[in-house]
């Protein structure tokens, strides 16, 4: 089969002849339709994230079932799937909870196996992992939900439990963020969003959200509010004004300390911070103190398991979300190592996800490009 695979971090990515991957005996082996280009697969290719040499990176998939190993019950070739970017092992408490996002032995194709840039994907405990593409739902649309906009959906629904007229605050309006902004505006969520970038955040109002903060470089915020003006002294005091004393729900959708704090400190009582960018960094501050006072809850987010796939597609398939609206180019698979490449110098956070769509991939989905 055809695959993109790099040799060494860094080393130019090639599309290659390579042995099609075995089935596993609890898992499937899937025909890709179409797969996104996440900057984690990016970060993969640098070194940043380990995985085995050669490789082949790619997480955000859909695609037709092309074989099931013998312990497979559910799913048969022919059936049109999607799979969270971690899977569960399906067997240990959590998995057997529902909860194969926080599995220990979770795999990541694409991470800790070969991924999606690929004509075909092992996926590992199909059972536990793959979900139903509804019909209308499209393999391109379908591979732009694996990853930032589950998160973004279980981040909104599962931790932050919005209900129509919450306040949501959005702190970085990239992928994730924007995914955030228009999943709590369909859910009825007034939404805030907080971006340095004033194009990010015209996205964000595009996208649904009723008012939007400028924040400066340190945390501060330099403009603010539905007019767009109203200087402040920072981030959580404008959010504050807005929202009449502070969100009830508020995301960090980019990962940086500050504004972890900043996101705990423009929660009004009771509310709930959840974070989703990540911190590599290791240990951050935060106003615990805040924490105590106010009675916050702080949530950590990686990702969604399979079981909680169904509502999100339901409002996919029935049009209330629409991921496609985040979808930028969409490439062949020899497109893949330019796209990479690409990456090297930030991209605008409003330029929509790079997707590959292989062709000779029938899609009878139809619907939504
Ligand atoms: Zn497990
Ligand atoms: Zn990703």
Known sequence: MKAVLYSGYGATPVLAEVPAPACPADGVVIMVGAT???????????????????????????GVVAAAGPAVTRWRPGDRVTAPFACGCGQCEFCLAG?????????????????????????????ANLVTLPAGVSLVTAACLGCRFATAFRAVTGHGRVRPGDWLAVHGCGGVGLSAVMIGAALGARVVAVDVSAAALERARELGAEA????????????????????????????????????????????????????????????????VGLLPGGPVPLPMDLVIARELEVYGSHGMAARDYPAMMRMVADGTLRPALLTGDVIGLEGVPQALAAMDSPAASTAGMTVVKLTGREDRGGGQP
């Open 99 to 127: 909860d194969a996002q926080v599995c220990p032995r979770q795999t990541q194709p694409g991470f800790t196996g070969p991924g999606s840039f690929a004509e075909l994907v092992a996926v590992h405990a199909a059972d």
């Open 212 to 275: 939007v903060v400028t924040a400066d470089a340190t945390g501060g915020a330099t403009a603010a509010g539905q007019a767009g003006n109203g200087a402040s002294a920072g981030v959580a005091a404008a959010v504050a004004e807005i929202t009449g004393g502070g969100a009830h729900v508020s995301v960090d959708a980019l990962g940086s300390p500050a504004i972890a704090a900043e996101s705990l400190r423009c929660l009004r009582r009771r509310g709930r911070h959840v974070q």
């Open 36 to 62: 996104g280009v996440c900057r984690s697969d990016w970060h993969a290719w640098k070194g940043h994230d380990p995985v085995a040499l050669p490789h082949v990176g790619g997480h955000e998939f859909a």
